[in-house]
């Protein structure tokens, strides 16, 4: 594995010339996100918790699983994709949006299960155990693009699989950019624009080292489909 800094200067290239696209992408998520803040935060009573205030916090959830999570997740996977060099006919946000769309039902199903199970897991372990199960599961939504077939559940288990003995550096890289984001409040938080998909790149760049490192030889393969494969070559072999 590399080092924080290696991987910082990974994705710094990765986004040459492209910062301000990228910021423009944040932005839009940034905003979806406020909407949702200010509903579960904008109907406050003087003393008490209202029905719309309740209401508001509902909305506020559902906004954030069915529409922020997936859209970050479309965000890693595109910048993962331009961290790779793969050719992008339409442009950086088109991209974004059409990844959102073509993967929508997966990234919705996977954010609600992950969710479950880190609400399961914080209260009996003091919430340890939603850390851990939380950054077992980053490599999430690059395992669903990268396989459109493999149910959630699969994906789930093989990002846990690909993560064990690499959440602590994963841990590490994102904190290494604390000094980014205290110089982001000093900005009153614009500089989150570009804070954001510059961590987002770094991310990319550890999935693939770490994706490399898992399957070995070919970092293209899956475990669905190097299953697939084992067991074509044993029918062969019985044949």
């Known amino acids: 594995m590399k080092t924080c800094k290696e991987y910082r200067d990974q994705a710094w290239a990765a986004l040459d010339g492209r910062w301000n696209q990228m910021a423009v992408i944040s932005l839009i998520i940034f905003a979806i996100a406020g909407i949702g803040s200010y509903m579960s935060g904008g ?40 961290f790779k060099n793969e050719e992008m006919e339409e442009g950086y946000l088109s991209r974004t949006f059409n990844l959102f769309k073509g993967n929508y039902s997966n990234f919705v ?56 003995g690499h959440k602590w550096h994963l841990f590490l890289l994102e904190l290494s950019f604390i000094g980014w984001a205290l110089l982001c409040v000093l900005t009153l938080c614009i500089g989150f624009l570009w804070l954001v998909p510059y961590q987002y790149a770094a ?23 190097l299953e697939a494969k ?10």
């Open 230 to 239: 084992e067991a074509t070559d044993e029918e062969e072999k019985a044949e």
């Open 43 to 82: 109907f406050k009573p003087a003393t008490t918790f209202s029905t719309m205030q309740m209401m508001g916090s509902g909305l506020s959830l559902v906004l954030s699983i069915l529409v922020v999570a997936p859209l970050q997740w479309a965000m890693l996977v595109m910048l993962y994709q331009m």
């Open 109 to 164: 199903v996977a954010s609600v299960l992950i969710s479950i199970v880190i609400v399961l897991l914080a209260i009996p372990t003091l919430c340890i155990g939603a850390f851990i199960f939380a950054y077992a599961y980053q490599m999430v939504p690059f395992i669903l693009k990268e396989n459109p077939d493999m149910r959630v559940v699969d994906a789930m288990r093989e990002s846990r699989m690909m993560m064990r």
């Open 203 to 225: 991310t990319a760049a550890f999935y693939d080292d770490v994706k490399a490192e898992y399957y070995g030889v070919d970092a293209s393969e899956s475990v669905v489909n």
